[in-house]
C-alpha cells in the first residue's frame, strides 16, 4: 500500500511536467528559436573598437563631410556647422586652451578614439533613419567634425587605416572600466 501511495503521489507531480512539455512542444515559435546563419551575426555584428579593424573600405574628408552633414539633414537638428540647433551641439563653443573636462560635452572632443566617433554615426544617424549612411558618408562626417573641433587637419582624409590613428584631445585622460571580478564590489566602497 505504501508503494501505491508513493507511485500516485509521483505520477501527480510528474503529470503537469508531461502536460506542460507537451504543450511547449506543440506551441508557435513565431520564427524563433533557430541558430542564426553566419550572414545574420556578421550583418548585426557592427561593433568598431578602438583598433578599427573592423571598419569597412571606405574614405572621407572634412570638405565631403560638410556636403553630407547639409544633405543629410543634419544641420535641422544640429544646428549650422553643429552648433545652435535643438539637438546636442558637435562644435565647441569654448576656448582651445580649457582643460578638456572643462568644454561642452562634444562627442568628437571627449571620445577616447576616432573610431567611437565614427561608430556612433554609422549607428545612430541620422535620426529615423539609422544605420542608412553608406560607409563614405560616415567617413566624411567624422572627419567633417573632427575638422570642426579642431582635432584634424582640412586636408585629411579618413578612410579606414588612417582613422584610428588620429589622436584625440582628451588623449589618455578618459575614464577605464576597473578590473572586476564575479563575486566582487563593482567599485570600491560600493556595497553592491
Request: proline letters at 10%; hydrophobic letters at 35%.
Amino acid at each position: 500500500m505504501g508503494s501505491l501511495k508513493l507511485a500516485a503521489i509521483l505520477l501527480l507531480l510528474s503529470s503537469p511536467v508531461l502536460v506542460s512539455s507537451a504543450l511547449a512542444q506543440s506551441a508557435p515559435t513565431y520564427g524563433l528559436g533557430r541558430a542564426p546563419s553566419a550572414e545574420e551575426v556578421r550583418a548585426r555584428d557592427i561593433n568598431i573598437s578602438e583598433t578599427g579593424a573592423e571598419l569597412p573600405p571606405g574614405r572621407g574628408t572634412p570638405k565631403e563631410g560638410e556636403k553630407v552633414f547639409t544633405l543629410q539633414g543634419c544641420i535641422v537638428c544640429h544646428g549650422q556647422e553643429g552648433v545652435g540647433g535643438l539637438g546636442p551641439a558637435l562644435k565647441s563653443k569654448t576656448s582651445q586652451d580649457l582643460p578638456i573636462w572643462r568644454r561642452e560635452r562634444i562627442l568628437p572632443l571627449r571620445s577616447p578614439f576616432a573610431t567611437t566617433v565614427w561608430d556612433y554615426i554609422n549607428r545612430g544617424m541620422p535620426l529615423g533613419r539609422e544605420g542608412t549612411l553608406k560607409p563614405d558618408e560616415v567617413y566624411a562626417l567624422t572627419a567633417y567634425l573632427l575638422f570642426v573641433n579642431k582635432v584634424i587637419p582640412e586636408d585629411t582624409v579618413l578612410d579606414e587605416k588612417s582613422l584610428p590613428n588620429v589622436k584625440m584631445p582628451i588623449g589618455d585622460n578618459y575614464a577605464r572600466l576597473p578590473e572586476w571580478k564575479p563575486g566582487t564590489p563593482r567599485l570600491q566602497g560600493y556595497p553592491y
